[in-house]
């Protein structure tokens, strides 16, 4: 399979959990199999700003969806362009971020997948 970019978009990102590939406040498990890495442009982000990434899955297909990769992105980023791990998601996940403290931000994000 090639690369392609299964999601992206852009949002001004709140205290609200955000999903990105539904690109909504709705929260909602994605079925779709592959190996997925996800960008993100923090490049609007001062240094009162904290912001929560989360990537959720099902450990098994009938299981509640769990963090599997969370990491926390504080202040301005010497590189503004953040980059996940590529994750092997298949049961029902999801990427979420979520302002923690400092201001509201737009963040564009891409969510490419590999296989």
Do not use: C
Not at 46 to 72: C, D, N
Not at 80 to 102: K, N, Y
């Amino acid at each position: 399979m090639a690369i392609s970019e299964a999601y992206a978009g852009s949002a001004t990102i709140s205290a609200t959990e955000y999903s990105l590939p539904n690109n909504s406040t709705s929260l909602a498990a994605i079925t779709t199999d592959g190996v997925y890495q996800v960008f993100l442009d923090l490049s609007a982000l001062t240094t009162t700003e904290e912001y929560l990434i989360q990537v959720k899955e099902k450990v098994t297909s009938g299981g509640t969806q769990q963090v599997v990769y969370s990491a926390t992105v504080v202040g301005k980023q010497s590189t503004p362009a953040w980059v996940s791990p590529s994750l092997i998601l298949m049961h029902g996940w999801d990427v979420t971020i979520d302002r923690v403290a400092g201001t509201d931000r737009s963040i564009s994000w891409s969510i490419r997948q590999v296989a």
